[in-house]
């Protein structure tokens, strides 16, 4: 199994009857790069940057991040890396931040909220990050956005650290791409003015999913209730696909649906055309993609998803597309 995955590594990410899928995958050391290659990805979708400050014992220090950084970008060549801004809080503790005990973590002082609040930190990160891509592309996303005005305070700050750098005389990015994460379903009320405003949009289905359905994503009891290939999540996951069309702007998603391969197939059914996974799933996503005819099934899940409930006989959306498969 593992050989035929390799060997499709050197094909083209392309549906049965000719739809390109960018398939790229989900990192965050140094360590996972040597799978960009093995894999055959396209690019790094996600690089999530918490994971140097959760294996640290004390918070790493500028030059620190911007060396991890520097490695990431150098390792990926000519291929695009999408970092993520820290994305700590809740229930992922740095044993050196002091915050206050919270009776809902994943509804607490996570990700872009603390990153706005220390600004100092952010601006740190922000820094690194612009250092590290100096003379090429950075690519950087903010997590848990809730509402548009956030996005634009990062962006702010991104744009003072520039003037910082240039100031300073540092050689800053030839060109900048600002996105923001769809994780909290307030955002899919602002779309319109989020892709007024962002250069990507990437969907982090893990925890929209768990906030869609106030199903806690760590608690099996609860989550496995609930399925992401149901109406309701795959209509959310659409319309935020439609409207980023409409608005010419770019939109991935780099959750675990992303790599199951019905998950992938539900995707690109809806109209997803760039998805980001572990490496490990880039081989079986792509072996699907082969056998998929995509012109057929978009139709159909257009149709499931718009037909009243009745229509599907009491079967549920996965088992129909695992007929697909
Ligand atoms: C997500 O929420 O889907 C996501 C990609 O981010 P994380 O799993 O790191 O929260
Ligand atoms: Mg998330």
Redesign the pocket.
Known sequence: RQERYRELRDQPSRSRDGTELTLLM?AGLVFDMPHLEESGAAGIG?F?T?LQFMVASTFPRTGAQQALYSKVLDAAGDLPVTF?SL?VGGD?VLPYLRVAQEENPALGWR?IRLGLDRPALLKAQVRALLKAAGGRELRLMF??VSEVGEFRHARSIVEREIGHLERHGHKIPDKIALGA?V?VPALLYQLDELFGIVDFV?????????FMFAAD?GNAVVSARFDPLSVPFLRALRQIVDRGRAAGKPVT?????AGQPIGALALAGIGFRSI?MAPASVGPVKAMLHALDLGELGPFLAGLLDAPDSDRRGRSLRSLLTEFA
């Open positions: 989900n996600l999530r918490e993520r994305d992922k990700a997590p848990m994460m994780e990437s969907v982090g289905s893990n925890d929209l999913f768990q994503r998603l780099c959750g675990e649906l980001s």
